[in-house]
């Protein structure tokens, strides 16, 4: 038999359904009699509700905030000191404060029809000013988005290195403004809701497309004040989350009140429409951030002030403070250096509240540091690779703590980077550089070196005041009568294949054929609770879990085929499937038709848990695993254009143990497209109103298969010293180093022509600008 | 993202069409491929009474050709014309221009015919056909007309069409043997609408240079005599001497407000395409 244990790439088992077209979504279902729901959604940024008119004729099918006036609103509360609380109706009040916020429901029997009821509906607004501008949300006098706050302040947080002394001295200062743009999630699936009353079992049933069907139980719950076990939450195959779905979100609370008022089935399912204009919702970041360093390019502080415009609301059960909580945190990145002054802010602004997307906060801060490490080695005359080495973290230094009290587990940072510098094949490029491209276009390359954080746990997070904390996570695994395992976890899959790699898990335990293995995921009822799959973590935590219920299955089976055996139970193991004595062995179907069903010839002290064990893990340290990699691009600017094509990428990658590389390679792939979206095509604009400018796919650009090169993943494998096999959690990674990777290597080609850019994306029209303020400066320059 | 209710006829002749047409007195919508259309009836940006399917009508899907050029009816589509449905040795540009329209998913659905009177400035068959001095064919379904395509659209998603009228066909003139043609478009990824573009016939026996900038924010820009901007009549093979400031004042006087140099790159490059030997 082929491996199929950790560490083998087997293919995926869910893919056997998906590639047949045989996944099951939530618009896949259907229900007879299920009635379909459209949303009147604001029209304006910032504004107080005169008035919602609905014809007569619709009357009893539209419903607004009146309606829903026994439902809580959803607060996303931090215990920070200083964090201003926001509270967020379901269906908007007194005061809208975004484009596309929800105003009220409209059923019907189908989705055009509810369409032309919300058309129908006339909303007078008394308009406000709206504060669209993060920088400019915080000048006096700045329009307030929570009046009562007195200004637009979420919270703020600070690290105060005293780095004065070392400022005033330091033979290098550069400084650089960078602004990330506010852009869409865009899974491929959209989020949708289906809610229905299973009077059987007394359920208010949700079939929602989430990536925490528990965290959305509990938040519908205490939304409409109804016990977490009158919810069920069925998440079925979901295509895409990129924390998108890790929320609750106000449709499912609205959905699920509907479906108790019109006591039949109801259905939402959003379009690209509501995507684009409703929930341009990532990665907005503003930095002015200042590197002081030696003349050898040895990073001495790094001072900087960030803005994260977190829209309106505070998002449950994130809330609003994270996204700026990580960047004051992990701006340092694996650097080592030792004054480090840093001010963060969450700022409110009339947009939607902002989710945190995959890699959160991390492309951001690693586009800030790595753009000035290129502006210390172009100031220090050095190659910016050589003055990535000087100032990483280095193998002998771990355990490490770095300047930020991150503590790393392991790993060789600057292998990862020489490795990247020889894949891409640096003396080359600059030897083709120097010759120049034969059409003219102007050649450059970049590199970006980051840390992954994942799988934080209690330790990390309780002490930001979440209003959920994650803690131990659990697995139940249970070999049936037949011998066949199944597994329940209350992770989520939704793209990550944990179908195969928790199964993986369970097989390099017991042995199993993974063919005999189920995991069963996305359901509250069977599934032990659970804050879902985000951060990276599912296959530390669940994965951890499920070898830990193996583990202790393991020892129950052990017992009982010893006893088959005729032998001590010290004398046996389990292998592939069996547990095997001293020349004899027992199938764990023996095992099991044992226990089921033949309890005769059980053991006396048999465990009376039976082959069915629930068991809680966390790694032993719970500080995060530190995932690391290393990205190179090789670009080619188009002067004539100011397009951009990317001749080659690397990526060098340690994510400890690969349970199995395959699919990592996979997330890595999968992720780094995104990265190049938001680094060349994605964003969403907004006017001075606070108007969303795409609101189609002719405006919003997503890299498709042309845009996106072969990537070239390198492996490292750095096990972690405190996670079962070592793992760590890799999910983001990907999307975290082509912005920064892709502007350093596009400032190195404008590097010929005096010119830089600083600001995503980076459109043609922003390269041509740039280009055209390089000649300018040569201009003045000469004499 | 749903329709606004519509009636839905399929016409078997121009005159059924038409009539359709007529009788709808404006509020009803010609369907070919329905690669603009459908999008924008989800999006409710356009709300017809009704949508009359001219793909079942046999005249709209022939393509003929005589010494004077080729007859390419409106619904014959762009992978007909990618495939080489529409062939003629001295237009193989056709070709060239169809396998860069968007995906190959639209183009065998998507119609020369529908994207000419889509008139999206953003298109690439309304400034490759103006390049080519082609005619729109016109029909109320009883007389035909002949219009200049250049006349035929008016603005930006503006056509001369009258109520009761559709559009027949397109008549391409055939260049001389030796006639060069260039097609350039800046797009930010492949299969998008161009930010800029443009289009170039070079026919030096025939005497004849004009040059199109398309994707401006109206009608193209068409410079019938291109040795005004680019530098006299060229010689095969020759480097481009675009006029920048010429074309930037063409462009300014035909609206365009965004930064012209876009612009003027792909005028530059199409111009390249067609000099080349």
Redesign the interface.
Known sequence: MARQGVGASVLRKEDDRFLRGRGQYVADFRFPGAREVAFVRSSVAHGRIRNVHVPDAHKGAVFTAHDLSNVKPIRAATALSGFKHSSEPILACDKVRYVGELVAICVAA???QA??IA?SVTVDYEELEPVVDMLAARRPHAPLVHEEWGDNLFIEFFQDGAIDRVAETAAIKVTREIRTARHCMFPLEGRGVLAHWDARLGFLTLISATQMPHIVQRGVAECLGLNDGSIRVISPDVGGGFGYKGLLCREEVALAWLAMRVGTAVRWLE???EHLSANANCREHHYRITAYADRDGRLLALDCVATVDAGAYSVYPTSSALEAAQVASLLPGPYDFSLYRCRSAAVATNKCPILPYRGVARSGVCLAIEVIMDAIARQAGIEPYEVRLRNLVRPEQMPFENVAKKQFDGGDYPQSLRRAVAAIGLPAIRERQRKGEPDGRLLGVGFSIFCEQGAMGTAVLAGWGRPVVPGYEQAAVRLTADGDLEIRVGTHSHGQGHETTLAQVAHEILGVDLDRIKVLQGDTLYSPFSTGTWGSRSMVMAGGAVAQASRMLAKRASRIGAWLLQTEPADVRIANGSVVGRGASVTLREVARAWYLQPQNLPPDVDEGGLEVTAGYRPARDMGTFSYATHAALVAIDP????IEILDYVVVEDGGKLVNPMIVDGQVQGGTAQGIGTC??EAVSFDAQGQPLAS?M?DY?I??A??VPDIRVLHMETPSPHTEFGMKGIGEGGAVGPPAAIVCAVNDALRAVGAEVHDLPL???RI?DAIAAGATARETRRP | MKPTNFEFARATSLGEAATILRQAAGSARVVAGGQSLGPMLNLRLVQPSILVDITAIPELTRIEEDAGGVVVGACVTTSDIEDGRVRVEELPILATVAGGVAHRAVRNRGTIGGSICHADPAGDWLPTLCALAAECIVTDGRQARRIPIDQFVTGAFEVMLEPGELLQAIRIPRPSRTARCGYYKVCRKAGEFALASGAVLLDCERDRFRAVIGATEGRPVVVDDARTILGGMPQPGAAVRLDQSAANELLQRAGLTAPARLHITALARAAAQAMAT
Do not use: F, H, V
């Not at chain 1, 004539?640 to 397009?643: E, F, N």
């Open positions: 189908s989705r055009a369409e032309d058309d379009d690209c429409r004539g254009t100011g397009l060349l095509l189609t002719l650009l890299p498709g042309t845009e459109t043609p029209e041509l």
